[in-house]
């Protein structure tokens, strides 16, 4: 599979809609306004309806009827966990904590060191659950062990991802909003994937998995980039002050966050060279872990955080600068392939 246009230049299209909030932030300020008064229980009606656009059609494309087969050559299953969820979050955490309160102390106010750290939390503790399909094609990954790799992990955010931010929240001196917390990865999470499971279910019982697959899935790809494009536009439109004041700062938010991209991949592919798994599953285990659900991060961070817009923008940084260091984590991996020339091998499950 190759990378589609949209997932291939997604930085660029991501920097234009930032341009074109900005835009519409600062000479139609009528538009952010009138948007605004479209709220319930601080939550931006607008923004959550796009946000739904972007996570329901990625929850149609796991199918967790495969977790029956998480028996099979379970390996790669227990290092995806261990890095993703014991790691993972609090490497972030670090990292984050090190460059926004030490390093960059000088350079970024307190309050805004605070919500940057809040973002990169989300961030952490939300594995990608969709682009890591396309990361595993252009690596050649056993495509069937990736889908359990995403099932897996969809079912431990519903589980983990709770306690992981309160705690990483709490250590950060923070007050945790238990309850909307609750609320954003119910209305989030567990309502567009319960809709997408049954829609997924109906469709294929009626028209097959090669229809799902081949003809119903294509319908929906493109709302996933729409949403998430119209969000940052919306998103930019109504944080144009802050972001206006402190244009640095993207560039600063996004130093950690890459450090901690790299990291995290060499954690998990080096542990599955050790390991002696197939580099068809040791690609994808290291790109699950470097990528984030960022669509979750950017979700909840709107939910949890509607006065402090630093912590929206904490996570959109994420998004702008996932796809080309992704893009240079799949050259890496495809070069690196030699590494892995012994190891179990896996059959099509």
Known sequence: MKIKFFEKYLTVFVLICMGIGLLVGYYLTFIPDFLNTFEF????????????????????????????HVGKNPKGLYLTWVV????????????????FFVLFKSIIPLNLSEDYLRGAVLLGAAPCTAMVFVWSSLTRGNPAYTLIQVATNDLIILILFVPIVG???????????????????????????VLASLTRYYVIKKKGIDYFNQRFIPKFSFLTITGLLLTLILIFSLQVDLILENPLHIVLISIPLIIQTFIIFFIAYLSAR????????????????????????????????????????????????????????VKIANRTKHWFNQGENYEKI
């Open 274 to 329: 050790l390991l002696k798994l197939k580099h068809e599953v040791a690609a994808p285990a290291g790109m699950i872990g470097a990528s984030n659900f960022f669509e979750l991060a950017v979700a909840v961070a709107i939910a949890l955080f509607p006065n402090n817009p630093g912590v929206a923008l904490a996570t959109i940084v994420g998004v702008l600068v996932e796809v080309p260091i992704m893009l240079v984590l």
């Open 84 to 99: 993703n969820w014991l790691i993972k979050p609090f490497t972030m955490f670090g990292i984050a904590y090190l460059f």
């Open 41 to 68: 229980a601080s939550v931006n009606i607008p923004i959550g309806i796009l946000i739904w656009l972007m996570i329901y059609p990625m929850m149609l494309k796991v199918d967790f009827t495969s977790v029956k």
């Open 167 to 193: 705690l990483l929240l709490g250590i950060g001196g923070f007050a945790v909003p238990w309850a909307t917390l609750f609320l954003s990865v119910f209305l989030f999470v567990v309502v567009p994937l």
